[in-house]
């Protein structure tokens, strides 16, 4: 009776506890619903940015691989019979050579494809196969368009025995054993800010029309480097071959993607196939831009590294310590070139001791 008693005083307490409660409680649930929500919206809306903050773009779990199966990779690059090209072509064999059989390696045989025409000096040095440049005037003084050509004709002719490709380029060293990043029909290949397909939709849609689906479908990659299964490499390199040329032709195209040209070129042909990449972001470094190594795989050396004695960048301006592949068009870089100085970011200082390493064991080496 008493219980009964104090129940029904304390009734109007209890109730406006349970009220704030639950006014408190759904309060909480729509602030979360409302900020996953906008998780959400953000996520859709933003996908590029939000994978590019992502070191490593996976591929999907349902085709994963085992990691103790080994799916080994031929390692393709296209290069050219001149001194500049003959260099870089150099220390990457020979870096090659050092990371091909440590574990945790896919890497599986080498071609420098030469698309001169004629053999040259480094045939006993490094496992070639001869093609065919483009007819004369083709490629209007863009020598890269010879890249596609050259892919074309290696496939036909070549007995490659692995299942997958590494296209990869003169001016890459590798860093770390390399493993196979793709799976079957997912080629891998490393995401370029500078190629962008959403903002040039006007001129992409001249070569991948819209019934074929949205311009996001275009990777944001070249065709170096990228690790692809051979049969798919062999439906796209045709279509990349006209694209680039159709690409080429055409002023407006030609002038708004210039030296990248090319590039775009691979990502339209893929998607035309309907090839979707794996996007790994640690798959390549770019001195000076990329300051540490880290865990990444390949050294790209594309731009100049320019510094003053503080070792502060000069990016634009000669520094006066620097190393830039384009100061030896007409022969070799000299050996033991001098070290940065210090402050200069760890990712230049592993380049250029792997360049003197590979300078101090190539022989002949000034015959480049």
């Known amino acids: ?16 506890l349970l009220a704030a409660l639950f006014c408190f409680a759904t309060y909480n649930i729509l602030a979360m619903m409302r900020h996953n929500r906008a998780i959400r919206n953000f996520v859709g809306a933003n996908t590029r940015s939000v994978l590019e903050s992502d070191p490593i773009v996976e591929m999907p779990e349902h085709v994963k691989k085992p990691k103790h199966v080994k ?22 064999y020979y870096w090659y050579k050092q990371k091909k059989d ?18 040259d000096n480094l045939m006993d040095e490094i496992p070639t196969m001869v093609v065919d440049p483009l007819p004369a005037g083709l490629d209007r003084g863009y020598v890269v368009l010879n890249r596609p050509w ?3 004709q290696w496939l036909e002719k070549a007995a490659i025995e692995e299942e997958y490709i590494l296209m990869a380029e003169p001016d890459h060293i590798f860093i770390r054993p390399l493993p196979n990043l793709a799976h079957e029909r997912f080629p891998a290949a490393f995401p370029f800010f500078y190629i962008k397909p959403e903002q040039n939709e006007k001129i992409v849609r001249k070569f991948y029309p819209e019934e074929h689906g949205p311009v996001t479908n275009i990777d944001p990659i070249g065709n170096s480097p ?25 002023p407006e195209t030609d002038k708004t993607f210039g030296w990248v040209l090319e590039m775009y070129a691979y990502a339209v042909a893929s998607a035309l196939h309907g090839v979707q990449h794996i996007l790994r972001k640690d798959f390549m470094l770019q001195p ?28 634009g301006k000669i520094g ?35 360049v003197n390493e590979a300078t101090a064991n190539i022989p002949n080496w000034d015959t480049s």
């Open 71 to 92: 799916s080994p990779f031929h390692i393709a690059l296209t290069a050219t019979a001149a001194p500049y090209s003959k260099w870089q072509c150099r220390i990457m």
């Open 226 to 250: 990228v690790i692809i299964r051979k049969d798919l490499l062999g439906k796209i390199a045709p279509t990349w071959m006209n694209v680039s040329l159709r690409m080429k032709q055409d």
């Open 288 to 315: 000076p831009w990329d300051l540490e190594t880290g865990k990444r795989f390949i050294i790209h050396y594309t731009y100049g590294c320019d510094y003053n004695l503080k070792g502060e960048l000069t990016y």
């Open 320 to 354: 006066e310590w620097r190393f830039d592949k384009r100061s030896h068009l007409r022969g070799p870089p000299p050996r033991n070139l001098s070290l940065p100085p210090p402050g200069v970011p760890e990712s230049v200082v592993t380049l250029v001791k792997m």
């Open 102 to 119: 440590l574990p945790g390696s896919d890497m599986g045989g080498f071609t420098r494809i030469l698309h001169s025409g004629s053999p």
């Open 150 to 152: 050259a892919f074309v």
């Open 1 to 16: 009776m008493f219980g009964m008693k104090a129940m029904r005083r304390a009734s109007p307490v209890l109730l406006f």
